[in-house]
């Protein structure tokens, strides 16, 4: 069994359509990274959650960090419905990229690494950023969208892995799958 240090919810359900056999403990890591590179502090805001849990735990752990950048400014979560409608204005009409930094901790040693996504949105009206906003779904989201929910009608097109845009590359299934970790069967 594996523990997936994480609250949310897209995490452990695409962990949940692969392994039978994982427990969920949040993380209690410090989240705010200083630094340039998206990419090193996705990994790193990984790094920590793994290790803040491995560190109570023990076992085999996974943390994750989802950033959304458009031209090269993250995007985290919104702090509002405001934020939420201004993030949306942004990536209306052009092409952001969604990273997530991952870190397995196994037997005391670290697996880490990103996926990048590149997303395109098509222009959006202020009519449908008002009634998305109003759904309440991306107020909880980096980049204040759910590919995999409302905010699906918005997609222009996709390059990469979808399951990193939703929160978990499918790279750390199979990496689980490496480690000895069994798929469940369907």
Request: hydrophobic residues 40%.
């Amino acid at each position: 069994m594996f523990i997936l240090a994480s609250q949310s919810p897209r995490r452990r359900e695409i962990l949940g359509r692969f392994f039978e056999n994982f427990k969920v403990v949040p993380s209690n890591a410090d989240e705010n990274v200083i630094g340039e590179n998206p990419r090193e502090k996705a990994i790193e805001v990984a790094r920590r959650k793994a290790w803040e849990v491995y560190n109570r735990t023990g076992g085999t752990v996974v943390g994750a960090d989802t950033i959304v950048v458009l031209e090269n400014k993250v995007l985290g979560k919104p702090k509002d419905k405001e934020e939420a409608k201004k993030m949306l204005k942004l990536l209306g009409g052009k092409v952001h990229e969604v990273i997530t930094g991952y870190c397995i901790i196994h037997k005391g040693k670290e697996i880490t690494g990103f996926e990048v996504t590149k997303v395109k949105f098509r222009e959006l009206s202020e009519e449908e950023i008002e009634w998305y906003v109003g759904t309440g779904e991306p107020l909880d989201k980096a980049g204040a969208y759910a590919i995999q929910g409302k905010a699906a009608i918005f997609i222009e097109w996709i390059h990469g892995d979808f399951y990193n845009v939703v929160g978990l590359p499918i790279k750390v299934v199979l990496e689980l799958k490496k480690l000895g970790f069994p798929l469940k069967q369907f």
